[in-house]
């Protein structure tokens, strides 16, 4: 089945630990993206990358890193910078082109003791 | 200023009626997308409908229909015959940009709860 994959579901670290994220999807799509979600907040953008070894931030890319080695892999680091790491992450990818939707992954649960 | 604005935190419906969820939109763009996501308490994002700036018939799926009014930059979301299941939070989002370098504003999102 076609879609995409976050691992793992939930995250613990010790705060100024660095940790990334993983996000992998066979749909072949070009475009990937990473949002943090708040509780009782919607999505904000963190990166997006429209295209393999090409990415830009989003509007709150302080104290996060990401790369796009391979069309279908899109890993998220959350570096020590990143001052409120405790969030919910989520993975997204479209293909790119006026696309009609963005397909998302099931999220990942970080939480910085 | 906010890009999508989502104005009912929550609301609550009887099991069966309809339900309206507000969504007003800010852009400059002539081509952009509008989009509407479930989300319920597992936190995955349930794409339901999208209604393109260019489309000139509200979009509708199943229970689903957009009521797009394009002068009031409005986007709301009817479910009709509201079940149980439709408990949970739903966004408003825009899709803006160039070719090739889109990316989606989302609403702050509302949480709808049916009762039984």
């Known amino acids: 089945d076609g879609g995409i994959t976050q691992s793992p579901k939930y995250l613990f670290r010790k705060e100024g630990q660095n940790v990334t994220l993983s996000c992998e999807q066979n749909l072949n799509h070009d475009a990937m993206y990473w949002y943090r979600q708040d509780p009782g907040q919607g999505l904000r953008l963190i990166y997006y990358?429209?295209?393999?070894?090409?990415?830009q931030k989003g509007d709150i890319a302080e104290g996060y890193s990401v790369s796009r080695e391979k069309k279908e892999s899109f890993p998220l680091t959350v570096t020590s910078a990143q001052k409120n790491p405790t969030a919910f992450y989520l993975c997204?990818?479209?293909?790119?082109?006026?696309?009609?939707?963005?397909?998302f992954g099931p999220g990942t649960r970080l939480t910085v003791l | 200023a906010q890009k999508i604005t989502q104005t009912q935190p929550g609301m609550f419906v009887q099991e069966k009626e309809a339900v309206t969820l507000d969504c007003t939109y800010d852009?400059?763009?002539?081509?952009?997308?509008l989009f509407w996501y479930k989300q319920p308490s597992s936190g995955e994002m349930i794409f339901l409908i999208y209604?393109?700036?260019?489309?000139?018939q509200n979009a509708t799926e199943g229970r689903y229909s957009l009521n797009f009014q394009k002068a009031r930059k409005s986007a709301n979301l009817v479910i009709s015959a509201s079940q149980l299941g439709d408990s949970a939070m739903y966004f408003c989002a825009m899709r803006e940009g160039n070719f090739g370098n889109e990316k989606l504003t989302f609403g702050t999102g509302t949480r709808l709860t049916i009762i039984p």
């Open positions: 990358s429209q295209i393999v070894n090409d990415f």
């Open positions: 209604q393109g700036s260019y489309d000139e």
């Open positions: 852009t400059s763009d002539q081509s952009y997308g």
């Open positions: 997204a990818s479209s293909t790119g082109l006026v696309s009609i939707e963005q397909f």
